[in-house]
């Protein structure tokens, strides 16, 4: 017998499999399909203060291993997540679920996070500094270290539970940032959100995609995530959340063997919904397999 | 929604560009006329969004127009090829509201999810006038097929080369119909949306991300809030529409 659990700033989970914001909803979509409580926890859909519709289609275009999405944050907004999203939630998944929080002022970031620390549901937040698809907002956050302690202060301000800050590859240094949120109290790293990209269609000679850029996802970005895992894992104390590109049990032990407590399977959910059922369910035999009985014991077992 | 392994039964050529794909496996997923599957091509990314042209309980029909790589390797599929498929997807047509005399549009590669729609309202014993529009002669499909339904069938030409010449609304104006049905591309939706009298429903189509429900991708503004066209529709009534 193999044991999956793993411990996320203070909450044990089954197992350290996450699907990624932005990729599973609010779990309803998922939930239809299999029971979303074999899951370590979700991410659910980045949550502002007013509902937002988002970007302009199309928002999604095809990369060799992987896509480009400019989704741009669209969300019911926090009232509602409250109102409807959490009730209904509760009904299928049973799990402390990961609050996914995200802003375009410091303000903003603080008032969705003091109306979700109240509901009970929520075992974590993870604030989004990252988001390469709004404008004045999101990664603007995260590609300085001083903006993103500024937001990490006014969150933890305000916050009972767990505040993981997830951050952007789009920056020069990650490690500085990722340094920066943990000297202010961010109780763990998430990384890395999509990396800013293009494609251009030949016929019409313009970008595929309305907002001309996106974040470019998928199997293509597994190694630069790897890398930045493994950077910011020498840097910093606090539990880091690994992601990027995973596809399956043996892309997990990969992460975690780069420095990730926990992982979240983001782009995999869009191409098979059941992969994250399936990652869960294969990855006992494949730490079998490599001859690994507790995963808490490779988290960082690469360096 | 099934994540299904479906074999291909044929896969012939009816026009230069257009394809139609028989696929075999447990189709039970698929309830209505108008959904889509999302067939996962060998070395691309996202899956293909494709509308069920056809389907019974083992056979699935997919009217297919080659736009770009993905449906190019489609294209040269052989009988005995199989592809993962996720069956069961988008809400289809509802037949319920069509009233005795239904009026089918469809333009070009929009003709095939109105095929076995076509089927079912006959077979709830209502009369049926399709009009199907395409550029020029030569890209005509499935004339014949819906005749063979017991449907009247109507075809238009934007050249004049075959049919009536014009747009599927300069076919339509003698018609007493009690509701309408259309698919196309989106200007002939406009136009038909401007040019109908009754209430009808529309199916549209989009990029899709994952295309049941999860990414936000295909989202659109309707009347009645912001809707996703892969799980919300691709089917929307004309009172949904922001026109």
Known sequence: ?303 | MQQQILQVKENVKLTDSIYRMVLVGDMSAIKNSGEFVNLEIPGYFLRRPISVCDFNANELTLIYKVVGKGTEVMSGAVAGDSYDVLLGLGNGYDTTVSGSHALLLGGGVGVPPLYNLCRRLISEGKKVTVVLGFNTANEIFYENEFNALGADVRVTTVDGSYGIKGFVTDAIADIDYTYFYTCGPEPMLKAVYRATKTSGQFSFESRMGCGFGACMGCSCKTNFGNKRICKDGPVFVKEEILW
């Open chain 1, 1 to 303: 017998m193999v044991n999956t659990k793993v411990m996320l700033a203070g909450i044990e989970m089954d197992n350290p499999v996450i699907p990624a914001s932005g990729t599973f909803g609010y779990g309803q979509e998922f939930a239809e399909l299999y029971d979303i409580n074999c899951l370590g926890t979700f991410s659910f859909k980045g949550t502002t203060s007013e509902p937002r519709f988002g970007n302009p289609t199309p928002r999604i275009a095809e990369c060799s291993a992987g896509m480009i999405n400019a989704v741009g944050l669209q969300n019911p907004g926090v009232d509602a997540v409250v109102s409807h999203e959490l009730p209904e939630m509760k009904k299928f998944f049973h799990k402390p679920v990961m609050a996914n929080v995200c802003g375009f002022s410091l303000e903003e970031y603080a008032h969705v996070c003091e109306v979700l620390d109240s509901e009970e549901q929520i075992g974590w937040f993870e604030i989004n500094i990252s988001c390469p698809n709004v404008h004045g907002g999101g990664m603007s956050f995260g590609t300085s270290p001083c903006a993103a302690a500024d937001v990490v202060k006014a969150v933890k301000k305000v916050t009972t539970k767990p505040v993981i800050i997830k951050l952007s590859p789009n920056v020069t240094d990650i490690v500085s940032i990722a340094k920066a949120c943990e000297a202010e109290g961010a109780d763990g790293i998430s990384m890395i959100n999509t990396m800013l990209g293009m494609r251009i269609d030949l016929r019409t000679k313009k970008p595929i995609i309305a907002n001309k850029m996106g974040g470019f996802s998928g199997p293509a970005i597994k190694p630069v995530a790897l890398r930045m895992v493994y950077q910011v894992y020498e840097a910093v104390s606090v539990p880091i959340v690994g992601m990027g590109g995973l596809m399956n049990a043996e892309d997990v032990i990969e992460m975690m063997l780069a420095g990730a407590t926990a992982v979240e399977v983001g782009t995999a959910n869009l191409i098979d919904p059941f992969v994250c059922k399936k990652i869960v369910d294969e990855l006992p035999a494949v730490m079998e397999k490599y001859g690994i009985k507790n995963l808490t014991d490779i988290i960082g077992g690469a360096h």
